[in-house]
């Protein structure tokens, strides 16, 4: 079941000056930064309770990030959803028609799975399905 907003995702060009920018314009809390090497990406979180703000940023130039960068420049990436039972979620999600991004679950920051719907199943938004580590 889906439990919560867990995160909003900016994709940025420059991590440093983008967490910057959160930490002493918009004055929100910084809870660092976490390279996550099974989805390629660098991230830095922001807690907006009862969500969060995550910056995604290309680690070591490669992933999906980059190619969204390269055609985009930045900007809004997906939003996250927070499932106590990610298994369940992708299974009841798929019967009802949606794509998911690859088989099964996978890495995803502060040791939580996740896994994403493709954009075209959901109204060109990109959607993630995470499940905290202390859930699984
Ligand atoms: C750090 C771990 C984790 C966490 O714990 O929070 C993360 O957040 S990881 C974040 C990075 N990981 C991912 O994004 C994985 C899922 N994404 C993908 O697999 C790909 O990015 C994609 C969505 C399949 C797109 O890749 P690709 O098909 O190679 O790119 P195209 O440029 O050809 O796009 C095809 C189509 O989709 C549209 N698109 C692409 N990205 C987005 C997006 N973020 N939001 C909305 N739409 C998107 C793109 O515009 C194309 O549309 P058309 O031009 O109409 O065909
Ligand atoms: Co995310």
Redesign the pocket.
Known sequence: MITAL??I?I?VPDLEKSIKRFMDDFGLSFDGT?D?I??????AFFPVPPTNI?L?HPLNGD???A??LE??GG????L?FRSDNIEEDVERLTAKGYQF??DAPS????G?K?I?I???SCD???V?I?QPADSH
């Open positions: 867990d995160h995702a994709a976490e996550v099974a989805a390629k990406t660098s991230t995550e995604v992933g999906p990030i190619g969204y055609k985009k900007g809004l990436h997906h996250c991004l690859g890495p995803g920051a502060h939580s996740v994403f493709h954009p075209k060109g938004v990109l993630e995470n």
